[in-house]
């Protein structure tokens, strides 16, 4: 069934293992918050003015910081300017793997590390307030 749904194509095209056994494992121990977040990004309707515009609650698609550039995902977690501190205390932590959205999205060793660059950004707090870190994964 989620294969014939509209939406299947455009999960699919950002990420083909979203839906898979690895998103749904990585996510299994997260608070609802964070799997939230986790979906947001994934998906690209994370309350950015990007998407914000598309639906019509915001003027411009525009990052309030970086002139002419679209507010996207990648745009927060990879290229913002005003976000250098932050971006740099997640380089130092991930090394050249910061640069990639899938890694940052579905690795669980990035998972600490991005809950806290976006706790420390303060983007989004007023839809997902402080997000928690998860709690570590029970021993089988």
Excluded at 5 to 15: D, G, T, W
Excluded at 79 to 89: F, I, M, Q, V
Excluded at 116 to 136: D, I, S, Y
Aim: overall charge positive.
């Amino acid at each position: 069934m989620w294969c014939k749904s509209p939406r299947f194509n455009r999960v699919h095209l950002l990420n083909p293992k979203l839906l898979q056994c690895s998103f749904v494992k990585l996510t299994a121990d997260f608070p609802k918050r964070l799997t939230s977040l986790y979906m947001v990004f994934h998906i690209g309707h994370a309350p950015l003015n990007k998407h914000l515009h598309r639906i019509g609650k915001s003027e411009s698609p525009h990052c309030p910081h970086c002139p002419n550039i679209d507010e996207s995902v990648y745009h927060i977690l990879i290229t913002c300017l005003h976000y250098r501190h932050e971006h740099h205390s997640l380089t130092c932590a991930l090394r050249c793997n910061t640069t990639s959205i899938p890694f940052l999205l579905s690795d669980l060793e990035a998972t600490l590390h991005l809950i806290c660059f976006r706790n420390a950004m303060g983007q989004m707090k007023a839809t997902f307030g402080e997000v928690p870190l998860p709690r570590a994964p029970a021993d089988k």
